[in-house]
């Protein structure tokens, strides 16, 4: 197999195919300390793209309660476990990726789910960590017992596992800005890519027969405008846009000032090896970090570290990034912190949106003396 | 497992090579594979009456059912005729008889059939080309060809114990069989863009949507139930066929014309072209006829074509000439597809001349 290089794992690793990064790559972060799980995402995918037949138990958007709930059950357990413990030596990965421990005959290790994984879409939702905390039990920072919810889509990965193992090359990754289709045409059902995928994010249509995967809402994209799951966030926890190689991170760009400035933000499993391009910035109140390293790989300390300082107020910077989430609906490519305020602009250099970094409060009176009535708050 | 003596493979049954009886090579294949347990219950002693296969996870081919089990794939293989019935040939040749009469296309198991000499071939796990099937297979398939000069048929049969004809639920695989024929120097690997092959592909579940009408998502998931799709307020049940034309980008390989996505197929045998691994695809002209049936365990299926090629490219076939010829097939129980896939050799076809 060719070798590619990974920043992630931080170093070159096997691939089916040569390196092509796009033009741009199109990316996420996702802010999970503020996601609530009311699936507003999941529904905007749903409604858009998977309310045909065939599709009924598609969700290209899922929400997941970490560390019991799987979309398919159990997705991210099982290809942990085929690719058995694996190491990291600082911010290099010296482990197997999936497509380095594939064995003979094989392009990746993964597995096909059957459609009984597919049943419980929000099975484990709200379980905490550990159900047996004994009856001394004070509410601490981090919480002894916890949960968080994983947003999760396809990652539209630099390395795709789907693609890579597609024989008829009928998946693409889309070369101006990294989106990965299934060409409709041109699959003709083998599921390779979803046996492969180790996120689980290529589906089978059930009445066409072929496979199908998250489009990354790319007629929106085309004109400049996030995708539904990400602009219908109700949490505001989805910072849409372009992110960077380190090398090349635009401390100006929201995506590569979370990913690479701060270092806020990180990958989703980055040891399986597909440098997949959503981000998380990890849940601050989790109290195993060895499960969030698990998931996040090894800079969820530095991230949880510098996500505390905003929240304590030292750094304005990255609380205006996270302010502009979600504040419009088109794509912010740059971003400035000015004056008690966060600006988004377009590509074209143009604002889009200011929001200020602390809302404006105010309090009315309890007498509202010009209709002489006294005001309730009956919410 | 590969014979020491006689280099043989086969994944079902003992350390002992079930064709000459020699020891295996190589010790068992330790990845975890699905594969088939042939006898009794699991552990169980020698099985009473006809072996049956039931599916089962286990580990490297010989860990359930120990000896008894390796006894029964033995039996099994003998009883299904690798020694009772023609030898196995190592490499396909096939001629294809000259008959004065109409083909009997959609007639597996028509009495003109007998007119074909029979010759049983030898399959092996596609393993040149990833991915590799790394599951059971069939040992052997019979091939007969009959031509009247205007048209070939092809019969093709096989043991397949599991009857796989839905491709509906995210796990289940069709069973399939191909020929694909193509000039004296096609290569084995389907072809080469300077030198393509024509492929007859004929799948079970194609074969059910003509038999039974489409297998809609019922036939996998018969308590489905749902509220709408939209458009289409107040349909039970819609089948595809139902949605306006406005909305079938909601079914949306049938709304671009994937061949696989169609739900009103005129045969259950596709007509493609290769030009090497991962290449097939298509021909715009959908002439090709057969006809599938299963049996006792045993699938009987008949893949026919006019000798004339109707596009371009495709391989012309004439009395009196030789081709490249190669079969395969397809068990979906062992999630056979695409290049999972049990292979002949590449041999010959060779048409009789027309008495
Ligand atoms: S819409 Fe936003 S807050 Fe709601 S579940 Fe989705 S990611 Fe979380
Ligand atoms: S997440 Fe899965 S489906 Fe999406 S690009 Fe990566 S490998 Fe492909």
Redesign the interface.
């Known amino acids: 197999m060719p070798r590619v290089y990974n920043w992630q794992i931080g170093r070159e690793m096997e691939y089916p195919f040569e390196a092509a990064r796009p033009l741009r790559q199109a990316a996420a972060v996702f802010d999970i300390n503020k996601c609530i799980a009311c699936q507003t995402c999941t529904m905007a995918c749903k409604?858009t793209w998977t309310?045909?037949?065939?599709?009924?138990y598609m969700f290209w958007n899922n929400v997941e309660t970490k560390p019991w709930g799987s979309y398919p059950l159990a997705w991210d357990v099982r290809i942990l476990q085929m690719l058995g413990p694996q190491t990291w030596q600082g911010d290099r990965y010296t482990g197997k990726t999936i497509f380095e421990a594939a064995?003979?005959?094989?392009?990746a290790i993964g597995y096909?789910?059957?459609?009984l994984d597919?049943a419980y879409p929000n099975r484990g939702e709200d379980e905490i960590s550990d159900a047996s905390i004994g009856q001394r039990f004070y509410l601490r920072l981090p919480h002894d017992a916890w949960f968080f919810y994983l947003p999760r889509i396809c990652n539209h990965c630099t390395y795709p596992a789907c693609l890579g193992?597609c024989?008829?090359?009928a998946i693409y990754k889309r070369p101006e800005d990294g989106i990965v289709l299934v060409d409709?045409?041109?699959?003709?059902?083998?599921?390779?890519c979803?046996k492969n995928c180790p996120y689980k994010k290529v589906?089978?249509?059930?009445?066409?027969?072929?496979a199908?995967k998250c489009v990354l809402c790319y007629p929106a994209v085309e004109r400049g405008i996030q995708p539904r799951c990400m602009r219908n966030c109700i949490g505001k926890i989805r910072t849409f846009g372009f992110v960077n190689t380190p090398d090349k991170a635009d401390p100006e760009n929201p995506v590569d000032f979370l990913v690479h400035v701060r270092k806020v933000a990180l990958p989703l499993l980055p040891q399986l090896g597909l440098e997949p391009n959503v981000y998380y910035i990890p849940p601050v109140h989790v109290g195993n970090l060895d499960f969030l390293r698990m998931l996040f790989g090894p800079g969820v300390d530095n991230a949880i570290a510098a996500y505390r300082r905003a929240m304590a107020g030292e750094d304005p910077e990255l609380v205006g990034v996270l302010m502009l989430a979600v504040s419009t609906d088109r794509i912010v490519h740059r971003f400035r912190v000015r004056d008690g305020y966060a600006y988004g602009y377009g590509e074209d250099g143009s604002e889009l949106v200011r929001v200020p970094l602390k809302e404006p409060v105010t309090v009315r009176q309890f007498y509202d003396s010009l209709v002489g009535a006294y005001r309730y708050n009956v919410t | 497992m590969r014979c020491s003596k006689c280099n043989k493979t086969w994944h079902v049954g003992g350390a002992n090579c079930p064709y000459c009886g020699a020891p295996a090579a190589e010790p068992a294949d330790p990845h975890p594979v699905w594969g088939y347990v042939i006898g009794g219950e699991e552990g169980g002693g020698q099985p009473s009456g006809p072996p049956v296969i039931s599916r089962r996870r286990f580990i490297g081919g010989l860990a359930l059912g120990g000896a008894a089990a390796g006894l029964a794939a033995a039996g099994y293989a003998i009883g299904r005729g690798l020694l009772t019935e023609e030898p196995v040939a190592p490499v396909p040749q096939v001629t294809a008889r000259y008959v004065g009469r109409e083909l009997p296309v959609d007639d597996p198991y028509s009495p003109v059939w007998a007119d074909a000499p029979a010759q049983r071939v030898a399959l092996q796990p596609q393993n040149v080309v990833l991915p590799f099937k790394s599951t059971p297979g069939p040992q052997a398939l019979t091939v007969r060809a009959l031509h009247n000069g205007r048209e070939i048929a092809f019969r093709l049969e096989w043991d397949d114990q599991a009857r796989d004809e839905l491709t509906i639920k995210t796990d289940q695989f069709r069973d399939a069989c191909a020929v694909f024929f193509g000039s004296p120097t096609a290569v084995w690997t389907m072809g080469s863009p300077e030198d393509p092959v024509t492929v007859l592909h004929w799948k079970a579940d194609w074969q059910k949507d003509i038999d039974h009408g489409f297998q809609d998502l019922e036939a996998a998931f018969p308590n489905a139930t749902f509220d709408f799709y939209p458009p289409l307020v107040g349909v039970a049940r819609p089948a595809p066929d139902d949605y306006p034309p406005e909305a079938r980008h909601r079914l949306p390989a049938l709304a671009v014309g994937n061949p696989l996505a169609q739900t009103r197929r005129p045969s259950p045998v596709e007509k493609l072209q290769a030009m090497g691994p991962g290449t097939i695809s298509t021909m715009p002209t959908q002439d090709a006829r057969g006809r599938g049936s299963w049996r006792d365990g045993r699938w009987t299926v008949v893949l026919a074509r006019a000798l004339a090629a109707s596009d371009q490219g495709e391989t012309a076939l004439q009395p009196g000439q030789s081709y490249a010829f190669a079969c395969a097939v397809w068990w979906g129980a062992a999630a056979d597809r695409g290049a999972r896939k049990s292979i002949t050799q590449l041999g010959t076809l060779w048409l009789e001349v027309g008495r």
């Open positions: 409604t309310s045909g037949r065939g599709q009924e064995p003979l005959g094989e392009k096909l789910p059957e459609d597919y193992s024989p008829r090359t409709q045409e041109r699959c003709r059902g083998y599921r390779e979803v589906f089978y249509n059930h009445v066409t027969r072929v199908e």
